[in-house]
Nanobody, 114 residues
């Protein structure tokens, strides 16, 4: 049974930073494609960033240059470093693992005030 647990969300002023963490159990973050997604109220869930098993990364245009996805295999954790946050980054952020099937975490709220 794969479980993903996100943490690190909170309330921050525009221009600030947060680091989200996603700890996996039941599988290794090194063997699947790990991703961060977000869903704002009234909007569809959207891709924020991906990291492949080989370490390749991919970002949504809206976060390029501001967000960084990384992985610590020893801690079985994936991170999302978010800098220069904007009010439009406000959303629930979800961690996702894809390895044969897809697993989701429960989400963590990020609120950016103007």
């Amino acid at each position: 049974q794969v479980q993903l647990v996100e943490s690190g969300g909170g309330l921050v002023q525009a221009g600030g930073s947060l680091r989200l963490s996603c700890v996996a159990s039941g599988s290794s973050v090194s063997i699947g494609t790990m991703g961060w997604y977000r869903q704002a109220p009234g909007k569809q869930r959207e891709l924020v960033a991906l990291i492949s098993p080989g370490g390749s990364t991919n970002y949504a245009d809206s976060v390029k240059g501001r967000f960084t996805i990384s992985r610590d295999n020893g801690k079985n954790t994936v991170y999302l470093q978010m800098n220069s946050l904007k009010p439009e980054d406000t959303a629930v952020y979800y961690c996702r693992m894809t390895w044969g099937t897809t697993y989701w975490g429960q989400g963590t709220q990020v609120t950016v005030s103007s």
